[in-house]
């Protein structure tokens, strides 16, 4: 029987008490008229509708990340600069693959991992930054091209390489820190490779 109040129940034992909320799920979801209707596909038609505009918006975030780098060269590593590049690539890494530019997601993780690993950024070479930022810009620019997949693959990996280098020698008196940035996570996937 369906509760008529929105306050939880609470049940109480000797020595516990179990607490219902109520339940509202019932108040998001909608009827649909027609049993046709497939929301995934509706989606995924709006999806393609948007995508003329992909290339558009993924310039626009390489242009952002490059912005990034330019304050990071003349101001160095501060809170503001560091934070700056760490939203643009995080943001990149999160759009990348809806955009159909996934390699780019691989390298913006790269860098996340690099800006959010190392204890004291200040290490960071500004060098492996810069390859980092061309790299996505190299990989948009290209984007499309049949003979740029080899070497997309080959930089992809090199850079992923380099990275966890820096990040084993930045993090050698951590070692349980080592083990959390170099532990296959529990979801296929999700490790950026």
Known sequence: MARKDSTPSVATYADHEVITPPHELRKAVALVADVNDDPVARAEAALAQLSDEFAGWMHAECERLEAARQELKRAGFTEKTHDALFRAAHDIKGEAATFGYPAIGIVAHCLCRLLEHTPDVT??????????????RA????HGRTDFAAVVDALTRRLRE?????????NTDRPEH????????LA???NGK
């Open 123 to 136: 290490h960071i070479p500004l060098a492996l930054v810069e390859q980092h930022v061309d790299a996505i």
């Open 139 to 142: 990989i948009a620019r290209e």
């Open 162 to 170: 380099v990275t966890d280098e820096f990040l084993r020698a930045e």
């Open 178 to 185: 080592l083990e959390a940035i170099f532990t296959p996570p």
């Open 188 to 190: 296929p996937g999700t």
